[in-house]
C-alpha cells in the first residue's frame, strides 16, 4: 500500500526525487504518573502540533497511574510541539466525556537533542483543576 502511495505521490509530484526531504520519526513512550487526589480512571492522548495522533488505555488508581505505552509515528510533517493530555474518564453511571485534568507540553528542540537517544524524564502535569504536584514520565526520541 505505501509504495503505492509514494507511486501516486510521484506522479502529481514529479520533481520529488530532486528535492531535500526530511524524515521525521517520531517515538513516544508514556510512562507513569503520580501525584494524582482522585480515584479514577485515566487516559493520555498524544497530539503532535494540535493534532491527536494516539492515546493510551484507560487504567484505574488511586494515587499513581502506569501504562508503559509505546507509541511510533513515521513520516510525521515537522512539528515544534509535542503535548500529552491527561483525561479522567467520566463516571459509567453518567454518560459524559473525559474530563481533561492537566497537560504536558514538550519541545521537540528539547527532546531530539542526540539522533538516536531517548530522552526520559519526569514533566510536571499543568492542571486544569488546581491540582499540584501531579509528575508524568515521559519517554522520547
Known amino acids: 500500500m505505501r509504495v503505492w502511495v509514494d507511486s501516486l505521490k510521484r506522479c502529481i509530484n ?14 513516544l513512550g508514556i510512562m507513569d504518573v503520580k501525584g494524582l487526589s482522585k480515584k479514577g480512571s485515566y487516559h493520555c ?3 503532535l502540533d494540535s493534532q491527536i495522533y ?6 484505574s ?10 507509541f511510533y509515528f513515521s513520516d ?8 500529552v493530555t491527561l483525561r479522567k474518564e467520566a463516571d459509567k453511571r ?3 466525556r473525559p474530563s481533561l485534568v492537566g497537560t504536558v507540553d ?9 539522533q ?6 519526569w514533566y510536571q502535569v499543568v492542571s486544569t483543576q488546581k491540582q499540584d504536584g501531579i509528575m508524568m514520565r515521559v519517554k522520547a526520541r
Open 94 to 96: 453518567k454518560k459524559g
Open 106 to 114: 514538550m519541545k521537540v528542540e528539547n527532546v531530539a537533542q542526540k
Open 45 to 47: 492522548e498524544v497530539l
Open 14 to 27: 514529479w520533481d520529488k526525487d530532486n528535492e531535500a526531504r526530511d524524515d521525521i520519526d517520531v517515538t
Open 61 to 70: 488508581s488511586s494515587e499513581e497511574v502506569f501504562w508503559g505505552e509505546h
Open 76 to 83: 510525521v510533517p515537522p512539528i515544534s510541539t509535542i503535548t
Open 54 to 59: 494516539a492515546r493510551t488505555t484507560s487504567k
Open 116 to 121: 538516536g537517544s531517548f530522552v526520559e524524564k
